[in-house]
């Protein structure tokens, strides 16, 4: 399910708020793979097989997550904030939510690879990869149904081919 490929390989996109949707939906399978990994360790205890999809999941967020808030950050939302900037700094804040919260998720997994048959910390990775997931989708859901229409309605094509330059 999961792929090697990082993200950043396909960055030549014309349409870069295309390219953004599709790393969500590649980010919705990881985070969905998280959700039931963690939820299987608690359930059923740990096992190499569940805790390497956990691993897996860790990764792609440092990985790959982070090139693509970046992206957003850097390329897109500045040629946005030519037209508006409200919505910009709401995702800029997530942004930074979602890294506080991704550093206790980080903390939890390396305390559950220390300590893999101890239940407080099977329930403790549990509930910080719960409250990842819902921040995350919550996130991707926000841009691609609010922030990317927007971008979609105020974004000239030549706007849009800066967004793209920006993100190579």
Partial sequence: ????????????????????????????LHLSALNKATQSIVSDGFSDERFQKVTTALAFIEEEISVHNKSEEEALFPVLERYVEGPTALMREEHRQMKKKFSLFRKAVERMQRYPHEKKAAEDLLTISKVIVQMFVNHIHKENHILFPLVQKFLTKDALREVARRML
Avoid: Y
């Avoid at 090697?4 to 939906?25: F, Y």
């Fill in 1 to 28: 399910m999961s792929s090697n490929t990082p993200i950043t390989h396909h960055r030549k996109a014309v349409d870069p708020i295309a390219q953004l949707m599709q790393e969500h939906d590649h980010a919705l």
